[in-house]
Nanobody
Framework: QVQLVESGGGLVQAGGSLRLSCRAS??????????MGWFRQAPGEERQLVAA????????YYADSVKARFTISRDNTKNTLYLQMNSLKPEDTAVYYC????????????????????WGQGTQVTVSS
C-alpha cells in the first residue's frame, strides 16, 4: 500500500515563502525509482500539475505559472519530496498534493498530470494580499 503524506502548508503574506514536504512509504513502493509530482487545486478549478521530477532529479518540469518561483527536489534516502515556494502570490492559494508517477514511459509523460496516481491528502496553502 502506497502512502503519501504532505506537510508544510499554512497562511503566508504575498511575497513570502513556504517549503512543502511529502513523505512516501509502503513496502512495495520503491520511492527512488519513480518520478514524483506536486499538484494544486484551487476552489472551482481542476487539479493542475505544477512541478515534477524524475527518479534521480535529473529532469524537472514546472508549470508556466510557477517557473522561477518554485523549486522541486527530492531526497531519496528519506523517501521525501519537497517543494520550495518563493515570492508567493494570492493566486497560489490552493490545496497542494503530491503524487507518484503511474505511467510506463517517463520520458514522454512525466510532465503530464494524467500520468500520476496515489494522491496524498493534501496541505492547504493560503496567500494573503
Amino acid at each position: 500500500q502506497v502512502q503519501l503524506v504532505e506537510s508544510g502548508g499554512g497562511l503566508v503574506q504575498a511575497g513570502g515563502s513556504l517549503r512543502l514536504s511529502c513523505r512516501a512509504s509502503g513496502r512495495t513502493f520503491a520511492f527512488s525509482t519513480y518520478p514524483m509530482g506536486w499538484f494544486r487545486q484551487a476552489p472551482g478549478e481542476e487539479r493542475q500539475l505544477v512541478a515534477a521530477i524524475t527518479w534521480n532529479g535529473g529532469s524537472t518540469y514546472y508549470a508556466d505559472s510557477v517557473k522561477a518561483r518554485f523549486t522541486i527536489s527530492r531526497d531519496n534516502t528519506k523517501n521525501t519530496l519537497y517543494l520550495q515556494m518563493n515570492s508567493l502570490k494570492p493566486e497560489d492559494t490552493a490545496v497542494y498534493y503530491c503524487a507518484k508517477y503511474g505511467g510506463t514511459d517517463y520520458r514522454a509523460s512525466y510532465y503530464l498530470g494524467d500520468a500520476y496516481e496515489y494522491w496524498g491528502q493534501g496541505t492547504q496553502v493560503t496567500v494573503s494580499s
